[in-house]
Nanobody, 120 residues
Framework: QVQLVESGGGLVQAGGSLRLSCAASGSMFYINAMAWYRQAPGKQRELVAH???????NYADSVKGRFTISRDNAKNTVYLQMNSLKPDDTAVYYCNADVILLSGTTHDYWGQGTQVTVSS
């Protein structure tokens, strides 16, 4: 089985920065794409950033130029560096991984979520 553990959320003033981390562990053959999503109260979950196993990235328009997604394949870890944070970035952030299991099947796994609150 596979689990994703997130860390790095917290309270920050507008204009500040945070870095989120998400580490995958368990029995895996390969991790394909990894991504960060977020969900604000009363809103649908939205894709924030996406990264392939080879490092190609995509971002939501609302975070382009401010957020950077990266990964360390040796550590099975994905990061989200968030700069110039705005109050509208306040949400619970979830990591996601598309995993090829030892059986050869694929499965999406989700982290537990980490709260990011931007004040001012």
């Amino acid at each position: 089985q596979v689990q994703l553990v997130e860390s790095g959320g917290g309270l920050v003033q507008a204009g500040g920065s945070l870095r989120l981390s998400c580490a995958a562990s368990g029995s895996m053959f390969y991790i394909n794409a990894m991504a960060w999503y977020r969900q604000a109260p009363g809103k649908q979950r939205e894709l924030v950033a996406h990264i392939t196993s080879r490092g190609s990235t995509n971002y939501a328009d609302s975070v382009k130029g401010r957020f950077t997604i990266s990964r360390d394949n040796a550590k099975n870890t994905v990061y989200l560096q968030m700069n110039s944070l705005k109050p509208d970035d306040t949400a619970v952030y979830y990591c996601n991984a598309d995993v090829i299991l030892l059986s050869g099947t694929t499965h999406d796994y989700w982290g537990q979520g980490t709260q990011v609150t931007v004040s001012s």
